[in-house]
């Protein structure tokens, strides 16, 4: 078996598949997306889904044949959905979103669902410029000097204390899928404002990674030749805090070449 992948690897088979498979994944992934929601739709909406039936039961009401009564179904809910948002349009969707809001968070148990799913309809219904409006790309490092750090979205430029502590709001995003990150109270001396677009962070996030190269500014791109010196810096700072502590320095930091 050893000997049969060795052979798959040397003679370039494995990596010609696994190119074939990379391209492919992409639309493989896309599609099963797809039919995940149709079955989804299917399960809710469809002809044997309790929305489904009643559709078709409203239908049969004016014809007999089945899918006709489907379709007349279908096409009032659709109207009646039209019919609601021209009466947003002309009487003002303010005044009557703020009297049903007033109606549904009355209602126990129904409020505590409504309110967050009201939000998050809202947010989306935004433009894209107004939801990202006033948030910028920010590193922000903890661990002090050689420690580590993350790239976020800094929400605003207030500062709030906690315990002393002078905090900023920052949205992490998380890694493929950026809308399902965390809200950290970072503390306001470690956020850093980088020269980046929203959008450049976003494709970091959704390529993993991978296209982090493409989008990062030169001006923090490390070149080749200076790693190295970058490297037996980060040594050098902790094997002096080895020393500090009263630890043995680690072989690597021993072996740098300080600069």
Request: hydrophobic share 50%; net charge negative.
């Given at each position: 078996m050893r000997r049969a992948l060795r052979w798959f690897w040397k003679t370039g088979m494995l990596s010609t598949f696994l190119a074939g498979l990379f391209a492919v994944l992409p639309i493989v992934i896309t599609v099963g997306i797809m039919a995940w929601v149709g079955g989804l739709l299917k399960a809710w909406l469809g002809p044997e889904s309790?929305?489904?039936?009643?559709?078709?039961?409203?239908?049969?009401?004016?014809?007999?044949?089945?899918?006709?009564?489907?379709?007349?179904?279908?096409?009032?809910?659709?109207?009646?959905?039209?019919f609601l948002g021209a009466l947003l349009k002309w009487v003002g969707k303010k005044r009557i979103e703020k009297a049903f809001n007033a109606a549904v968070v009355r209602i126990p148990l129904v409020n505590v669902l409504y309110r967050p799913v009201a939000q998050v309809v809202e947010m989306l219904q935004r433009d894209p410029a107004d939801k990202l409006q006033g948030?910028?790309?920010?590193?922000?490092?903890?661990?002090?000097?050689?420690?580590?750090?993350?790239?976020?979205?800094?929400?605003?430029?207030?500062?709030?204390?906690?315990?002393?502590?002078?905090?900023?709001?920052?949205?992490?995003?998380?890694?493929?899928?950026?809308?399902?990150?965390?809200?950290?109270?970072?503390?306001?001396?470690?956020?850093?404002?980088?020269?980046?677009?929203?959008?450049?962070?976003m494709k970091i996030c959704l390529s993993i990674g991978v296209m982090s190269s493409?989008?990062?500014?030169?001006?923090?791109?490390?070149?080749?030749?200076?790693?190295?010196?970058?490297?037996?810096?980060?040594?050098?700072?902790?094997?002096?805090?080895?020393?500090?502590?009263?630890?043995p320095a680690a072989a690597g930091a021993l072996e740098s070449d300080p600069q």
């Open positions: 309790f929305v489904g039936k009643a559709l078709f039961q409203m239908g049969l009401r004016f014809v007999t044949d089945p899918i006709v009564a489907s379709v007349l179904g279908w096409v009032a809910v659709l109207l009646a959905i039209w948030m910028s790309v920010v590193y922000c490092a903890f661990g002090g000097e050689g420690g580590a750090g993350f790239l976020g979205l800094l929400v605003s430029d207030h500062v709030y204390r906690f315990n002393g502590q002078a905090c900023q709001i920052v949205y992490v995003p998380t890694s493929p899928v950026p809308m399902s990150g965390a809200v950290v109270f970072a503390a306001a001396d470690s956020v850093h404002r980088v020269n980046m677009q929203v959008d450049d962070l493409k989008v990062i500014p030169d001006q923090y791109v490390v070149l080749p030749e200076d790693v190295e010196r970058v490297k037996g810096r980060l040594n050098d700072i902790h094997s002096a805090k080895a020393t500090v502590d009263g630890k």
